[in-house]
């Protein structure tokens, strides 16, 4: 089994639900979705985002640790939210991504993760 | 033939089968490539010496996978790749399950696989089905090998890394992953049929080649109308490649000499063109758009002469076509019929409202009309925009010798 990322972009100037009514059967399809990945033991986490509005930065690449306000880079696209699932193949993780897209209303991105470390050989 | 080439003949022959059930036994495309290449080296060895052996796509395929056991063993301990590789070993024989009857046809979904872009998919079916070099592939598109070879890494990378499965997709997928190979092959053909950059106007090695995967498509799936229809189709326009260019200019179909085209060509085409239209008929299922196509060039090819085109037929199957794969080029092709059935008056109504002021072929159609109409400036125009347009010099010769027939400025 492969873990797959799949994750939902906002991009700057598309049209995006904001009231209650449009939001609520995005909700519910996710909710539904959601269900159904842990009922066929696909799902491993998932969450959605707040608004880039409320990401800051750590920089602890230098002496001092440096924080700022704002995203890493100014960008006209930003992570939404994301599903991490675990699929036998790129064909399963694609027909998820097609479930999410839909209950989610957007695009969906599906990136493998690179396989773990192999664990400890038993001393 | 000498001995080398020969064995050059054989392996490329066998390479695709070869390398596919490599690629099951190992789970991995470079290990089924690199022992691939082993065998060969084993064969240029040995054969000369001791003679082709009486099965040598069965010889080259056992050598192969010794040399990859051999190589996998002498590196686990290195590689975590080679270790896996080691670790999905399926050394099953493989044996008709299903749809699936050949390591080919899952070699050919994974390298058709829409997760990968279409010019890879193109580059590894050439590469792994085909067996052409990367060399040969780099330039039967003009890119430079260092590119061609790139791009072939990538997609490799691509198929490992995201797990882009070997296998025959569920029923369900099958027709949609099916269309995607169809599109692939087809893609080869056209190229070959005429090439869309510079140098040769016509591309026997690619429209061989793309008929050789459509052959092994067909024996592979018998049952599936569109590939017999693909298969038809190339056939049918492989038969008049000997006349469609001739002292460097292309030859429009109603010039062709109908006596060079390929008659066996063209009777296979013809056989199965007449097995879809029957399988149609008895499935009640309406045929696609390549069975569509090839039943419009059997219509072509089914004529004597130009004169005696059954142009109401083609207008219908173009019609058709529309039906099932609408575009504005259908509507084009449509229009040359409508030329021929209600004159150019109508047919260049049709073309007008469509949107291909890119597409050198829509000047072309529009400027003939134009010509038969006796308006002439404007057909005039429209051969320059064709001229403009064109991708290869024998087309552009063509044009540029029938803009010249026009009535002087």
Redesign the interface.
């Given at each position: 089994m492969?873990q797959y990322l799949l994750s939902v972009h906002h991009v700057e100037g598309e049209p995006m639900p904001e009231t209650m009514e449009e939001m609520q059967p995005i909700f519910e399809a996710v909710d539904r979705f959601n269900d159904k990945l842990r009922a066929e033991g696909a799902w491993v986490f998932a969450g959605g985002l707040h608004p880039i509005s409320s990401a800051t930065t750590v920089d602890a690449t230098g002496e001092k640790p440096i924080v700022t306000d704002g995203p890493f880079a100014e960008s006209k696209e930003w992570l939404g939210g994301f599903w991490v699932i675990e699929a036998?193949?790129?064909?399963a993780?694609?027909r998820w991504a097609t479930e999410g897209s839909r209950a989610c209303a957007g695009k969906v991105e599906?990136?493998?993760f690179?396989?773990e470390p192999?664990a400890d050989e038993p001393a | 033939m000498g001995a080398t080439d020969e064995i050059e003949r054989i392996y490329r022959a066998e390479y695709g089968r070869v390398v596919a059930s490599l690629v099951r036994r190992f789970g991995d495309i470079d290990v089924a490539e690199d022992a691939a290449a082993e065998a060969l080296l084993a064969a240029v060895e040995r054969w000369p010496v001791h003679g082709v052996p009486p099965n040598p796509g069965g010889w080259l395929t056992t050598t192969a996978g010794n040399r990859a056991i051999d190589r996998l063993r002498r590196e686990s301990h290195r590689g975590a790749k080679h270790r896996a590789a080691l670790l999905v070993m399926d050394d099953t024989p493989h044996e008709p399950t299903g749809v699936v009857t050949d390591d080919r046809l899952r070699l050919v979904f994974t390298c058709c696989h829409p997760a990968l872009a279409p010019e890879a998919q193109v580059a590894l079916t050439l590469r792994l089905l085909g067996g052409l070099t990367v060399a040969e592939i780099a330039q039967a598109f003009l890119v430079p090998e260092t590119t061609m070879a790139q791009r072939l890494t990538r997609a490799k990378r691509k198929i490992r890394e995201a797990r882009i499965p070997y296998r025959v997709p569920a029923a369900e997928d099958l027709p949609a992953r099916l269309s995607a190979v169809l599109a692939v092959v087809y893609l080869i053909h056209n190229e070959g049929y005429l090439a869309s950059g510079a140098g040769a106007p016509v591309r026997a090695e690619l429209t061989g080649e793309a008929i050789r995967l459509g052959r092994l498509l067909h024996d592979l799936l018998p049952e599936s109308p569109e590939v017999a229809g693909l298969l038809a189709l190339m056939l049918l326009s492989e038969a008049r490649r000997p006349v469609r260019v001739a002292g460097g200019e292309l030859v429009p179909l109603p010039d062709q000499d109908r006596g060079g085209w390929d008659r066996d060509l063209i009777a296979e085409g013809h056989a199965l063109v007449r097995e879809c239209l029957a399988r149609s008929d008895r499935t009640g299922i309406g045929p696609g758009q390549y069975q569509l196509l090839a039943a419009v060039n059997a219509v072509h090819t089914d004529a004597p002469t130009t004169a005696d085109t059954d142009w109401a037929q083609i207008a219908a199957l173009y019609a058709q076509l529309e039906a099932v794969a609408p575009s504005p080029i259908v509507t084009l092709n449509r229009a040359v019929a409508v030329a021929e059935l209600d004159g150019p008056e109508v047919a260049l109504a049709m073309v007008d409202r469509l949107p291909l002021a890119a597409y050198h072929a829509w000047h072309v159609t529009r400027a003939e009309m134009l010509r038969r109409l006796g308006r002439s400036d404007e057909a005039r125009t429209a051969y320059d925009a064709a001229i403009e347009l064109a991708g290869n010099e024998a087309e552009r010769a063509y044009l540029t010798r029938r803009r010249g027939t026009l009535r002087a400025p």
């Open positions: 492969t036998p193949d790129l064909d993780a694609l599906v990136r493998p690179q396989d192999p | -």
